[in-house]
């Protein structure tokens, strides 16, 4: 137990890093609002590196404010940016954000296979790998246990209780035929289309791709009753069933 | 002439809970005494190495010569160290050593004891420690059936879920891949008074958390804090309600059925009060 009140951990988090080349500001924001109308959900208050190691000439600091305004007006959260250490600008001291350690991976020089005709001017790179989900059911027919933690890789079902103090995780669905007193992680890898569906809704939490809800919250919804959970606009629903 | 593969093995009962001090030697004493009084020729094991209590319970404190570590490293033999109950017939007593602690216990150890008291008795009672630790679970280990102590409140009720999800995956039963350990809730220390004034859970309460099958429950009564100091089982004062409900229940464990009772307010008349009813 510790009498500080906070605790101090390690965290990774997928951002999305925007490198810039060459510096014109209506061009950038110009192509930048193109990629996020493409995909607004994506982009919606995501944390971004804005990264100008790659630039040949130097930035101002009038320049660099300007672009982070206008980045930030975008609904883009920014939260660092990077430069090359070797060519750090004088005025890098002076930026109220934090300066991130450059990115320690190697450039990999991919042949384009198909040629755009004009090069954009902003790169936009994700960090989210695309990989094979295998979408097998678990079916479990005894109660979980407080204590006890079971994940399945696709839909997870139980169909006894799952007592407060237990854990139910699972990369798909969950359902639970008896009352959910436990906590239950359904797209627990951030499938955000996971659901959770149980027969009376009694959960110290849920949780979907991240997005929880704590029991004094689910009171003043659905309580002692069938329930489904789902995720809604990043925010979760709990509707009656 | 080799009769014990048609032999019967002894039926070994683990008496548990997680949370301390619900009432596990007190049932194990009542419980593994009631087997006994039907005939049954029956053993208590004291699990709980260095924290002994059973003897006291019992009363056959002043008889302990040997104890269940001895046995197990071999320093005396069973028939040396048992210790036949004065009062009941058909009961045996197997105390814990107060000098060692949980660590003495080995599985290969236990299961050489288990395996020759099999041979002799028919029903095995083993009193677990508190906790879910090393001594709890070599208790429960090779359990065929387990009565999990339970008080009407919410701590309590938690602890016997986690012993409960122990018991599914931690036995010899689970790990060999059998037919999963018998579980029967006993709800002790239940005062109806408080259960309706909202301050302890109700019966339907701790039945609904738990999902398993009610054995029987004993009312809270000074019976049963008499009978521990006195080191009488509180099932052979056959005057007191918590004394006929841990009757009651080891008819339920026998397979008869007991309706329950002792569950309503008591309302004391002049004459009881007078009485000290």
């Given at each position: 137990?510790?009498?500080?009140?906070?605790?101090?951990?390690?965290?990774?988090?997928?951002?999305?890093?925007?490198?810039?080349?060459?510096?014109?500001?209506?061009?950038?924001?110009?192509?930048?609002?193109?990629?996020?109308?493409?995909?607004?959900?994506?982009?919606?208050?995501?944390?971004?590196?804005?990264?100008?190691?790659?630039?040949?000439?130097?930035?101002?600091?009038?320049?660099?404010?300007?672009?982070?305004?206008?980045?930030?007006?975008?609904?883009?959260?920014?939260?660092?940016?990077?430069?090359?250490?070797?060519?750090?600008?004088?005025?890098?001291?002076?930026?109220?954000?934090?300066?991130?350690?450059?990115?320690?991976?190697?450039?990999?020089?991919?042949?384009?296979?198909?040629?755009?005709?004009?090069?954009?001017?902003?790169?936009?790179?994700?960090?989210?790998?695309?990989?094979?989900?295998?979408?097998?059911?678990?079916?479990?027919?005894?109660?979980?246990?407080?204590?006890?933690?079971?994940?399945?890789?696709?839909?997870?079902?139980?169909?006894?209780?799952?007592?407060?103090?237990?854990?139910?995780?699972?990369?798909?669905?969950?359902?639970?035929?008896?009352?959910?007193?436990?906590?239950?992680?359904?797209?627990?890898?951030?499938?955000?289309?996971?659901?959770?569906?149980?027969?009376?809704?009694?959960?110290?939490?849920?949780?979907?791709?991240?997005?929880?809800?704590?029991?004094?919250?689910?009171?003043?919804?659905?309580?002692?009753?069938?329930?489904?959970?789902?995720?809604?606009?990043?925010?979760?629903?709990?509707?009656?069933? | 002439?080799n009769l014990l593969g048609d032999m019967e093995l002894a039926k070994i009962i683990v008496?548990?809970?997680?949370?301390?001090?619900?009432?596990?030697?007190?049932?194990?004493?009542?419980?593994?005494?009631?087997i006994?009084?039907?005939?049954h020729k029956t053993v208590?094991i004291?699990?709980?190495?260095?924290?002994?209590?059973?003897?006291?319970?019992?009363?056959?404190?002043?008889?302990?010569?040997?104890?269940?570590?001895?046995?197990?490293?071999?320093?005396?033999?069973l028939?040396?160290?048992?210790?036949?109950?004065?009062?009941?017939?058909n009961?045996f007593?197997?105390?814990?050593?107060?000098?060692?602690?949980?660590?003495?216990?080995?599985?290969?150890?236990v299961q050489e004891v288990l395996e020759e008291l099999s041979k002799e008795f028919d029903y095995i009672i083993c009193?677990?420690?508190?906790?879910?630790?090393?001594?709890?679970?070599?208790?429960?280990y090779f359990a065929d059936a387990a009565?999990?102590?339970?008080?009407?409140?919410?701590?309590?009720?938690?602890?016997?879920?986690?012993?409960?999800?122990?018991?599914?995956?931690?036995s010899k039963r689970?790990?060999d891949?059998k037919a999963?350990i018998e579980?029967?809730?006993?709800?002790?220390?239940?005062?109806?008074?408080?259960?309706?004034?909202?301050?302890?859970?109700?019966?339907?309460?701790?039945?609904?958390?738990?999902?398993?099958?009610?054995?029987?429950?004993?009312?809270?009564?000074?019976?049963?804090?008499?009978?521990?100091?006195?080191?009488?089982?509180?099932?052979?004062?056959?005057?007191?309600?918590?004394?006929?409900?841990?009757?009651?229940?080891?008819?339920?464990?026998?397979?008869?059925?007991?309706?329950?009772?002792?569950?309503?307010?008591?309302?004391?008349?002049?004459?009881?009060?007078?009485?000290?009813?």
């Open positions: 137990m510790t009498d500080s009140g906070f605790r101090l951990k390690g965290s990774v988090v997928t951002t999305v890093l925007l490198e810039i080349q060459t510096f014109s500001l209506d061009g950038i924001v110009f192509h930048l609002k193109e990629k996020i109308d493409q995909v607004p959900h994506f982009f919606n208050q995501a944390p971004i590196i804005v990264d100008i190691s790659k630039m040949k000439r130097g930035v101002t600091v009038g320049e660099f404010e300007a672009l982070i305004q206008s980045v930030s007006a975008l609904g883009l959260g920014v939260i660092g940016w990077r430069c090359d250490p070797d060519n750090l600008p004088v005025w890098s001291a002076s930026v109220t954000i934090p300066l991130l350690p450059a990115s320690k991976t190697r450039p990999i020089n991919i042949a384009p296979t198909v040629k755009e005709e004009s090069s954009p001017d902003v790169v936009v790179k994700t960090v989210v790998e695309e990989r094979l989900v295998p979408q097998s059911t678990k079916v479990i027919t005894k109660p979980i246990r407080s204590g006890q933690q079971v994940y399945a890789e696709g839909d997870l079902i139980v169909l006894a209780q799952v007592s407060a103090g237990a854990e139910v995780l699972a990369d798909g669905n969950i359902h639970v035929y008896g009352a959910l007193r436990g906590r239950a992680l359904a797209g627990v890898k951030g499938d955000v289309e996971a659901r959770i569906f149980c027969k009376s809704m009694e959960a110290e939490l849920v949780s979907i791709a991240g997005n929880f809800m704590l029991s004094d919250a689910l009171q003043n919804i659905v309580w002692k009753d069938s329930a489904q959970v789902l995720l809604v606009d990043d925010s979760l629903e709990i509707v009656p069933l | 002439m008496v548990t809970s997680g949370k301390g001090g619900v009432g596990k030697t007190t049932s194990s004493a009542a419980i593994g005494t009631g006994a009084l039907k005939g208590i004291d699990f709980d190495v260095g924290l002994r209590n059973l003897d006291l319970i019992m009363g056959c404190e002043r008889r302990v010569v040997y104890d269940f570590v001895n046995v197990i490293n071999k320093e005396a033999t028939s040396q160290t048992l210790i036949k109950d004065k009062r009941t017939k009961l007593i197997l105390p814990a050593s107060q000098t060692r602690d949980k660590d003495a216990l080995t599985i290969e150890g009193d677990s420690p508190a906790g879910i630790e090393k001594g709890a679970q070599m208790a429960l009565i999990v102590v339970t008080n009407p409140e919410v701590s309590s009720v938690r602890d016997s879920d986690r012993i409960l999800g122990i018991l599914q995956s931690k689970a790990e891949g999963p579980e029967h809730l006993l709800l002790t220390r239940y005062h109806p008074g408080r259960v309706a004034s909202g301050e302890m859970l109700s019966v339907s309460d701790v039945e609904d958390i738990l999902a398993i099958p009610l054995l029987g429950v004993i009312p809270e009564s000074e019976a049963v804090l008499k009978a521990s100091n006195q080191g009488t089982p509180v099932i052979l004062d056959t005057e007191s309600e918590a004394g006929l409900a841990y009757m009651d229940a080891v008819d339920r464990l026998m397979g008869e059925e007991r309706p329950l009772r002792f569950l309503e307010i008591q309302k004391k008349g002049f004459i009881k009060r007078l009485l000290g009813g």
